[in-house]
Protein backbone atom coordinates (compact mmCIF):
# COMPACT_ATOMS: atom_id res chain seq x y z
CA UNK A 1 0.00 0.00 0.00
CA UNK A 2 3.04 2.38 1.04
CA UNK A 3 4.21 1.51 -2.51
CA UNK A 4 1.33 2.14 -4.18
CA UNK A 5 1.20 6.02 -2.40
CA UNK A 6 4.25 6.45 -3.27
CA UNK A 7 4.20 6.06 -6.81
CA UNK A 8 1.01 8.65 -7.02
CA UNK A 9 -1.97 6.42 -6.83
CA UNK A 10 -4.48 7.29 -4.04
CA UNK A 11 -4.96 5.52 -0.60
CA UNK A 12 -8.53 5.30 -1.23
CA UNK A 13 -8.51 4.09 -4.45
CA UNK A 14 -5.96 1.05 -3.38
CA UNK A 15 -8.40 0.18 -0.41
CA UNK A 16 -11.55 0.17 -2.51
CA UNK A 17 -9.86 -2.27 -5.19
CA UNK A 18 -8.27 -4.30 -2.66
CA UNK A 19 -11.99 -4.74 -0.98
CA UNK A 20 -10.64 -2.86 2.01
CA UNK A 21 -11.63 0.06 4.51
CA UNK A 22 -9.35 3.07 4.79
CA UNK A 23 -10.31 3.55 8.44
CA UNK A 24 -8.85 0.36 9.54
CA UNK A 25 -5.99 0.69 6.85
CA UNK A 26 -4.97 4.00 8.77
CA UNK A 27 -5.35 2.71 12.48
CA UNK A 28 -3.02 -0.11 11.37
CA UNK A 29 -0.60 1.87 9.70
CA UNK A 30 -0.41 4.09 12.92
CA UNK A 31 -0.22 1.00 15.01
CA UNK A 32 1.10 -1.99 12.95
CA UNK A 33 1.36 -4.55 15.67
CA UNK A 34 -0.55 -4.35 18.93
CA UNK A 35 1.38 -4.73 22.50
CA UNK A 36 -1.09 -7.97 22.79
CA UNK A 37 -0.16 -9.22 19.79
CA UNK A 38 3.57 -9.08 21.00
CA UNK A 39 3.46 -10.52 24.17
CA UNK A 40 1.44 -13.33 22.67
CA UNK A 41 3.77 -14.13 20.05
CA UNK A 42 6.54 -14.04 22.96
CA UNK A 43 4.45 -16.57 24.79
CA UNK A 44 4.37 -18.72 22.16
CA UNK A 45 7.63 -18.87 21.17
CA UNK A 46 8.41 -20.25 24.38
CA UNK A 47 5.60 -22.54 24.52
CA UNK A 48 7.35 -23.53 21.28
CA UNK A 49 10.88 -23.62 22.32
CA UNK A 50 9.86 -26.06 26.08
CA UNK A 51 7.60 -28.22 23.22
CA UNK A 52 10.43 -28.53 20.79
CA UNK A 53 13.07 -29.72 24.18
CA UNK A 54 10.32 -32.01 25.58
CA UNK A 55 7.56 -33.11 23.29
CA UNK A 56 6.45 -35.45 26.05
CA UNK A 57 5.00 -32.45 28.32
CA UNK A 58 1.55 -31.49 28.14
CA UNK A 59 0.80 -27.39 28.30
CA UNK A 60 0.69 -27.45 31.93
CA UNK A 61 4.24 -28.11 32.07
CA UNK A 62 4.72 -26.41 28.83
CA UNK A 63 3.33 -23.22 30.54
CA UNK A 64 5.87 -24.03 33.46
CA UNK A 65 8.89 -24.36 31.29
CA UNK A 66 7.70 -20.89 29.57
CA UNK A 67 7.25 -19.24 32.82
CA UNK A 68 10.78 -20.01 33.96
CA UNK A 69 12.13 -18.76 30.71
CA UNK A 70 10.45 -15.52 31.88
CA UNK A 71 7.21 -15.39 29.77
CA UNK A 72 4.48 -16.03 32.36
CA UNK A 73 1.02 -16.54 31.45
CA UNK A 74 -2.02 -18.26 32.69
CA UNK A 75 -2.68 -21.98 32.76
CA UNK A 76 -4.91 -21.33 30.35
CA UNK A 77 -3.48 -19.07 28.31
CA UNK A 78 -0.73 -21.71 27.43
CA UNK A 79 -4.00 -24.38 26.65
CA UNK A 80 -5.08 -21.76 23.99
CA UNK A 81 -2.24 -21.42 22.52
CA UNK A 82 -0.72 -25.06 22.23
CA UNK A 83 -4.25 -25.95 21.20
CA UNK A 84 -4.63 -22.81 18.13
CA UNK A 85 -1.00 -24.27 17.07
CA UNK A 86 -1.18 -28.32 17.47
CA UNK A 87 1.06 -28.33 20.13
CA UNK A 88 0.39 -31.99 21.93
CA UNK A 89 1.89 -34.30 24.14
CA UNK A 90 3.25 -37.23 22.43
CA UNK A 91 1.68 -39.56 25.16
CA UNK A 92 -1.74 -37.78 24.35
CA UNK A 93 -4.78 -37.93 22.95
CA UNK A 94 -4.24 -35.31 20.00
CA UNK A 95 -6.72 -33.58 18.35
CA UNK A 96 -10.41 -34.23 18.47
CA UNK A 97 -11.67 -35.47 15.14
CA UNK A 98 -15.33 -34.56 15.89
CA UNK A 99 -16.51 -33.77 11.87
CA UNK A 100 -13.64 -31.24 11.47
CA UNK A 101 -11.37 -33.02 9.02
CA UNK A 102 -13.74 -35.90 6.59
CA UNK A 103 -11.86 -38.99 6.38
CA UNK A 104 -11.34 -40.84 3.24
CA UNK A 105 -14.25 -41.77 1.33
CA UNK A 106 -15.78 -45.26 2.17
CA UNK A 107 -16.19 -46.45 -1.14
CA UNK A 108 -14.31 -45.71 -4.66
CA UNK A 109 -16.10 -42.37 -5.71
CA UNK A 110 -16.36 -42.69 -9.56
CA UNK A 111 -18.09 -39.50 -9.99
CA UNK A 112 -15.58 -37.31 -8.22
CA UNK A 113 -13.67 -35.20 -10.22
CA UNK A 114 -11.19 -32.55 -8.82
CA UNK A 115 -10.99 -29.14 -10.39
CA UNK A 116 -8.43 -26.35 -11.15
CA UNK A 117 -8.72 -24.93 -7.32
CA UNK A 118 -7.77 -28.30 -6.01
CA UNK A 119 -11.71 -29.10 -4.94
CA UNK A 120 -13.35 -32.79 -5.38
CA UNK A 121 -16.87 -31.72 -7.50
CA UNK A 122 -19.42 -34.37 -8.30
CA UNK A 123 -20.24 -35.12 -12.37
CA UNK A 124 -23.37 -37.13 -12.67
CA UNK A 125 -22.51 -37.69 -16.37
CA UNK A 126 -22.30 -40.77 -18.44
CA UNK A 127 -21.87 -41.55 -22.32
CA UNK A 128 -23.68 -44.34 -22.00
CA UNK A 129 -25.78 -47.03 -20.68
CA UNK A 130 -23.88 -49.30 -17.62
CA UNK A 131 -20.76 -46.67 -16.70
CA UNK A 132 -21.92 -44.90 -13.77
CA UNK A 133 -25.12 -46.10 -11.72
CA UNK A 134 -27.12 -44.05 -9.41
CA UNK A 135 -29.87 -45.27 -7.67
CA UNK A 136 -33.36 -44.52 -7.40
CA UNK A 137 -35.85 -47.29 -5.16
CA UNK A 138 -39.13 -46.23 -6.35
CA UNK A 139 -42.75 -47.98 -4.87
CA UNK A 140 -45.71 -48.34 -6.90
CA UNK A 141 -48.54 -48.62 -4.29
CA UNK A 142 -50.99 -49.00 -6.97
CA UNK A 143 -49.46 -51.89 -8.90
CA UNK A 144 -49.31 -54.27 -5.71
CA UNK A 145 -46.65 -53.00 -3.76
CA UNK A 146 -44.31 -53.80 -6.99
CA UNK A 147 -40.36 -51.53 -6.25
CA UNK A 148 -38.46 -50.69 -8.81
CA UNK A 149 -34.27 -49.75 -9.27
CA UNK A 150 -33.79 -47.26 -11.77
CA UNK A 151 -30.38 -46.13 -12.98
CA UNK A 152 -29.16 -43.14 -14.45
CA UNK A 153 -31.03 -43.01 -17.08
CA UNK A 154 -34.31 -44.07 -15.78
CA UNK A 155 -34.07 -47.07 -17.00
CA UNK A 156 -35.94 -49.42 -15.28
CA UNK A 157 -33.31 -52.33 -13.86
CA UNK A 158 -35.05 -54.47 -11.53
CA UNK A 159 -38.38 -54.95 -10.20
CA UNK A 160 -39.50 -56.52 -7.18
CA UNK A 161 -42.72 -57.26 -4.93
Same mark, same amino acid.
Given at each position: ????????????????????????? =? #?? &? @???? +?? /????? *?? $???????????????? =? #?? &? @???? +?? /????? *?? $??????????????????????????????????????????????????????????????????????????????????????
Amino acid at each position: MRELAADGIPVAVTCRVLKLSRQPY =Y #RW &L @ANPI +TD /AEITE *AY $RANALFDAHRDDPEFG =Y #RY &L @ADEA +TA /AGQPM *AV $RTAWRLCSDNSWYSVFGKGPGKNGKRPGPPVHDDLCAVTDEHGRTRHEFRAEAPNQLWLTDIVRHEALLNRVEVRDHHRLAVAAAR
